[in-house]
Structures are given as structure tokens and as C-alpha cells.
């Protein structure tokens, strides 16, 4: 039997196929022309520039089809394996180099999901010397926290890195220290405008500084890592002297009026991206052999760091934070069961205060009084043209008492844990000198 097929019905049934092709070819062509590759650009470093410390490696991508198809950026160093960073159309790394020796490739790529951008690579030479700037074997780390939270009215500005850069100052001019060995970890590495509450303006490290010292972000990773370097080089010498100071928000109850609700917790500051107990600290710092350390932690409800409860009443011996021990002094900046206070622009009250006795000798004579309240003396034997941490704590303490500009801060109640040389009557009377 033969089967007829209008000649009319073929020709229509051919135009459709062919038209049917051609669609299906188009498609796929301009499935494959629609996504184009993204770009990324390193910004801030060139080939032969040399990094050092912790180093913030900024940069930019975009995509020709659009922006948001750019799903994540990635880096790597040398041979080693590809990581995620932060951000997409502008991006950051913060690069820790202290195991790196000598030039160093860096490669980074964008990726929108479907295709990876060219590799861009740039080369550097990694200087991290040993051996600090002078024979002084004396160790500061300042770290701040400020303005993570979102909201506007809880940001404390930029005025805890101004404190922290004018310390380090004084610390390298007055006591010895050499610019390798001070650390100012601040927020996450960049510093905003209007303050700290408006946008990124440039990192820390690009800001002009009088001192090469080491700058690096208030995250939980930076500060282990570079608390964990201090110990391990303070610890190979016998006369190491080490100052670590930390300002941010407490973690507390601003409405439990009496205890802050820290009768049965644990006095806790936040860092950038995390938060950091009392005992979280003293773990950091539990193998520094260290007999002339200093810590002061400033912020709301923070005694217990320094296992103090209120008016000089120790902390209950489960919730002991194992940072005071011979050779150190412990201070906070309010009590467990108080708030503290800053300025924005200047920084945190207590620490002020305590700086302030420090740098114009105020402080100088000044004794503990009942509860470590503090008191001036007018006996000439009892000055000697120094100031110690203890008699700086004294004299904060004193002038938050007393001056009635600060009436409303007054319940602070800053505490202290002095056991330089030795706890109980074997301290020293002279108290802990830093820079001798």
C-alpha cells in the first residue's frame, strides 16, 4: 500500500522543523553569550611592594552581567588552597604573614556562578623580622571593639582607637617599646567616617602613622593569634614585661539595676565578629611566665576579669577567670555589676582617667584607701617622680570619686586584682612601674 503525502503538508512540515533547528541553535547560543566572564581587580598592592605583619589586601570585582550574579571571591597564597573573602564588588582579606619568609605570589579570582573571572596575581616580599627594633623585651596589645552594633546610637565611635594610638605613643617614647612589639586591633580593620558611623573610608594600615606599628582587625582570630604570639616571645626572655588593654561593650543586664544579672555569668566584652569571656582571656594568657604583666579591660559589667564582683568582693571561686595570678595586675573599668562609660570621640572614661595619671605623674603618691577607693597622699616619702598601674588606678578611681563633673559616673566602680610581685602583704609597695 502506498502512503500519499501531500505535498503541501511535507513542505510546511520542513519549514516548521527547520524553524524548530534554528531556535534551538539561537537558544543555546545565546544562553552562552548571556553570561560573560566576571572581572577582579587587587587594589592596594603591586608587584614587589613588601607586606609585613597582618596585612588587609583589599580589592574590587563586577561582572558584565550585572553585579549580583557575583556569587563569591577567592584567594590564595602561594600553594596553598583557594579561600572565600569578604565581600563581592568590594572585597577584603586580612592576611596573617607571619609565616611567610620572602616573596610571595597572590592570586584571586571571581566566581558568578556558572564561570570563574581571569586569575589575577600579584607579587610581594614578606619582611617579618625577628628580632624587634631594640633589647627591650616589652610586649602591648590594644584592642577595641566599637562599632559593630547596628544600631547608630550604641556605636562608640573612634575615639577607643585614638586612646589606644595615643598610648602606644607614649608607651614607645617613654617606656621602651619597640614598634614591632605593639599590636592596635581595631573593629574589623577599617576605619568609617563621620566617626565610625558612616561607610568604610580606608584601612587601618593605609591611615598615616608617626610609628610602624602592627594594625589588624578586633576579631576573634586576630586576637588569639597575636595574644598567642605575644606569649610564646615573651616567654623567651626572663625580664618580659607585657601590657594588654581592651575596651568594647559588656554583655549585662542594663535594667538589673543591682547585679546588671552577672551574679551567676561570667563578665563577657565583644569583639568584632564574636565575644570573649574572662575566662576565654585567661586561657589566652595562661602560659605567659611573664612576672610584669598588666591587663585592664574597659567596659560595662567587666570585674570579673579581674575576679572582682563590687567593692573590692572577690569573685565566687567557679567563676574565677585564672587572668590574675603573680606578677600581674588585673584591671576593669566598672565593676561586674556596673555599666562603664566612653566618649565617642575620645574614647572609654576609666581608661582616660588612668592614662591621665600616667602621663602627667598625677598619679604619683596615690594610695588605696578603704575598698580600693583611692586617696592622694601628702607625704613627700611616698612619691617618687614615677607612676605605677596601680597608683594610676587609684587616682582614676579618686577622680571619678570626687569631681563633681563626673557625678553621674561615679557607680562605675572600677576593681582591681594586684598581685605584683605576690599576692596579699607581699606585694610591692612601689607597685608595677612599666618601662623599668
Request: proline share 3%; aromatic share 12%; charged share 25%.
Amino acid at each position: 500500500m502506498v502512503i500519499s503525502i501531500d505535498k503541501r503538508v511535507l513542505s510546511i512540515l520542513i519549514v516548521v522543523i527547520i524553524i524548530l533547528t534554528l531556535f534551538y541553535v539561537f537558544s543555546i547560543q545565546e544562553d552562552y553569550i548571556e553570561n560573560k566572564l566576571p572581572y577582579v581587580k587587587i587594589e592596594n598592592l603591586q608587584d614587589e611592594d613588601i607586606v609585613s605583619d597582618i596585612f588587609m589586601i583589599t580589592g574590587s570585582a563586577s561582572d558584565p552581567n550585572g553585579d549580583d550574579t557575583l556569587k563569591k571571591i577567592e584567594i590564595k597564597i602561594d600553594d596553598g588552597g583557594w579561600i572565600t573573602v569578604e565581600g563581592t564588588t568590594t572585597w577584603e582579606y586580612e592576611w596573617i604573614t607571619y609565616s611567610y619568609v620572602g616573596p610571595c605570589d597572590i592570586f584571586v579570582r571571581a566566581w558568578d556562578g556558572i564561570d570563574y573571572s581571569d586569575i589575577v596575581d600579584v607579587s610581594v616580599f614578606v619582611n617579618n623580622p625577628e628580632i624587634a627594633e631594640s633589647d627591650s623585651h616589652k610586649w602591648a596589645v590594644f584592642i577595641a571593639a566599637a562599632n559593630f552594633p547596628e544600631e547608630e546610637e550604641a556605636k562608640l565611635g573612634n575615639g577607643g582607637l585614638y586612646l589606644m594610638e595615643e598610648m602606644a605613643k607614649f608607651f614607645i617614647e617613654n617606656y621602651g617599646y619597640s614598634t614591632s612589639n605593639v599590636f592596635i586591633l581595631f573593629d574589623d580593620g577599617w576605619i568609617r567616617k563621620d566617626n565610625g558611623y558612616g561607610e568604610k573610608e580606608q584601612t587601618l594600615q593605609q591611615r598615616p602613622h608617626e610609628y610602624k606599628i602592627t594594625y589588624s582587625s578586633a576579631k576573634l582570630e586576630k586576637v588569639q593569634s597575636i595574644i598567642s604570639r605575644v606569649v610564646s616571645e615573651a616567654n623567651n626572655f626572663d625580664d618580659s614585661e607585657v601590657f594588654i588593654w581592651i575596651s568594647s561593650h559588656g554583655l549585662g543586664d542594663n535594667n538589673a539595676t543591682l547585679t546588671g544579672g552577672k551574679i551567676f555569668e561570667r563578665s563577657t566584652v565583644y569583639l568584632w565578629d564574636s565575644i570573649l569571656t574572662d575566662k576565654e582571656l585567661g586561657d589566652m594568657i595562661f602560659s605567659l611566665n611573664s612576672e610584669k604583666t598588666c591587663v585592664i579591660v574597659d567596659a560595662c559589667f567587666c570585674g570579673g576579669f579581674a575576679d572582682k564582683t563590687i567593692f573590692n568582693i572577690p569573685e565566687i571561686f567557679l567563676l574565677e577567670s585564672d587572668l590574675p595570678s603573680p606578677g600581674r595586675v588585673i584591671i576593669s573599668g566598672s565593676s561586674k555589676f556596673r555599666e562603664g562609660f566612653a566618649s565617642t570621640t575620645r574614647g572609654p572614661l576609666f581608661s582616660l582617667l588612668w592614662f591621665e595619671g600616667i602621663k602627667t605623674g598625677e598619679a604619683d603618691g596615690f594610695r588605696s584607701g578603704i575598698f580600693d577607693i583611692g586617696k592622694p597622699t601628702n607625704l613627700k616619702t611616698h612619691k617618687d617622680g614615677k607612676v605605677s598601674v596601680e597608683e594610676a588606678f587609684y587616682y582614676a578611681r579618686y577622680v571619678l570619686r570626687t569631681n563633681e563633673e563626673l557625678e553621674d559616673y561615679k557607680k562605675m566602680q572600677p576593681q582591681i586584682n594586684d598581685q605584683y610581685p605576690y599576692a596579699g602583704r607581699l606585694r610591692s609597695r612601689d607597685g608595677l612601674i612599666l618601662g623599668e
